[in-house]
């Protein structure tokens, strides 16, 4: 009876560790993670818990301490790859075998400058206002001046991989270069109405206005359509770019914003780009699809419903948002 008791115990013990590992969750996208030398286990765990690598730094301790891992690991710089667990992120460090030497910076087409400083201080190197300042220190003559971010929409969108002691201007640098790279590759005709500055705030707006990569030259036709009329460009991007903020639906208080980014209160281009475009977008207001729309509006699936008129455009208004 005792030797079925202890049995019983065990098994019971044994499912609660189970339960406790496969409860943990797993990493919904790529992370890197310093292990600095010296680390105690217990701090490794507290910090993939703050990182949100790991839901429990007890149980990690607990697990590390009933599969003998907890003495000895590597430090070193890792990457853990999406739908890794707790158990998986355990070995690598146990077995120190994916030892990073270069850190990942991935930034999305339409990210703004703040956006990317925030991706540069996800890597550690630094925080992300020492980033903006060095942003707006950076001396370059060829940007434009009077905006908020003098290098906003030159800072290209890509997967890069940093150096563990890289500071800020090489990161602004490598990013201009990229610009430069792609912007250079563009075939762009010699009747192009657009200065380079023009350009790209136009392919900002464009990036950030496109939903999807199907409709992304119309909607930079719609936008050249209005400019060639001398019609306000009405993008809310361009107003969320000032409100910091990503709304679908602007209300009317914000359509009033006082800001010479207001492009419903401003006729022409705002002072500068509102996102950092990708090629798609550089390459759609070179090439825009021809049409008679002057209107567009986002349908909840995602699409965009074009029209020709104002009456058209707000029966697609009202029908999506209501009045």
């Not at 060095?134 to 969108?157: C, H, I, R, S």
């Not at 940093?162 to 010699?190: H, K, T, V």
């Not at 281009?269 to 008679?292: M, R």
Request: net charge negative; glycine share 6%; hydrophobic share 40%.
């Amino acid at each position: 009876m005792k030797k079925l008791l202890i049995l019983i115990i065990l098994i019971i013990f044994i499912l609660s560790g189970v339960f406790l590992v496969s409860n943990q969750g797993q990493l919904e996208e790529e992370a890197s993670f310093e292990v600095v030398s010296g680390m105690s286990f217990k701090e490794i765990g507290s910090e993939l818990e703050e990182q949100g690598m790991i839901k429990s730094s007890l149980i990690w301790q607990l697990i590390g301490m009933a599969t003998g891992k907890s003495n000895n690991y590597y430090s070193g710089h890792y990457r853990f790859e999406p739908g890794q667990s707790m158990m998986s992120i355990l070995e690598d460090i146990y077995t120190g075998q994916i030892s990073l030497n270069y850190l990942p910076l991935t930034i999305p087409e339409g990210s703004t400058a703040e956006h990317i400083a925030e991706y540069v201080e996800d890597t550690g190197l630094m925080s992300k206002a020492e980033f903006l300042q060095a942003l707006q220190e950076y001396n370059d003559q060829d940007m434009a001046e009077g905006v908020e971010y003098k290098l906003e929409g030159y800072l290209f969108p890509e997967t890069y991989y940093l150096d563990f002691d890289m500071e800020a201007d090489a990161i602004i640098g490598m990013l201009l270069n990229q610009f430069d790279l792609i912007y250079n590759q563009l075939e762009i005709p010699s009747d192009f109405p657009y200065s380079q500055e023009e350009h790209v705030i136009l392919a900002s707006i464009v990036e950030k206005e496109s939903q999807l990569d199907h409709e992304i030259n119309l909607v930079a036709g719609v936008f050249l359509n209005r400019l060639n009329i001398d019609m306000a460009l009405q993008s809310c991007a361009t107003v969320n770019y000032v409100l910091k903020q990503d709304k679908l639906v602007l209300s009317l208080e914000d359509i009033a914003l006082d800001s010479p980014y207001n492009t419903y209160m401003h006729n022409g281009l705002p002072p500068g780009p509102v996102s950092n475009p990708g090629q798609a977008a550089l390459e759609a207001v070179i090439y825009p699809e021809q049409s008679d729309y002057f209107y567009f509006v986002a349908a909840p699936d995602g699409t965009h419903k074009f029209s020709e008129t104002y009456e058209e455009h707000e029966y697609w208004s009202n029908l999506f948002y209501g009045e």
